[in-house]
């Protein structure tokens, strides 16, 4: 089982960029593809970006492509969320979701909610015009 720990959260003019931080307990983290998710006011929760658990392999919706970079180092079993260039569409509630998988399974990446097992408690982005 693995806890995770948003952070870095808040906010920020339109064009400034944040990082946010995913901290996971837990000493397998290494063995989790790790996703962030996003959710705006009235609006279901979307996929951002997305992981494999060797850190191959990475997603971003087409949104955010160019704009946001995810990357980790499981020595520190920390997933990071690089936001560049942000926009005021940018807003919502960020979350990190972990999926334990195999060593198979060790290039997949997911983009699904219900892929996900674990999930965080999410972090707020607010951008301002």
């Known amino acids: 089982q693995v806890q995770l720990v948003e952070s870095g959260g808040g906010l920020v003019q339109a064009g400034d960029s944040l990082g946010l931080s995913c901290a996971a307990s837990?000493?397998?983290?290494?063995?989790?593809?790790v996703g962030w998710f996003r959710q705006a006011p009235g609006k279901e929760r979307e996929s951002v970006a997305a992981?494999?658990?060797?850190?191959?392999?990475?997603y971003y919706a087409d949104s955010v492509k160019g704009r946001f970079t995810i990357s980790r180092d499981n020595a520190k079993n920390t997933v990071y969320l690089q936001m560049n260039s942000l926009k005021p569409e940018d807003t919502a509630v960020y979350y990190c979701?972990?999926?334990?998988?195999?060593?198979?399974?060790?290039?997949?990446?997911?983009?699904?909610?219900?892929?996900?097992?674990?999930w965080g408690q999410g972090t707020q982005v607010t951008v301002s015009s």
């Open positions: 979701a972990a999926n334990l998988v195999n060593s198979y399974s060790a290039s997949y990446f997911y983009t699904r909610m219900r892929e996900y097992d674990y």
């Open positions: 837990g000493r397998t983290f290494s063995s989790y593809a």
């Open positions: 992981i494999s658990r060797n850190g191959g392999r990475t």
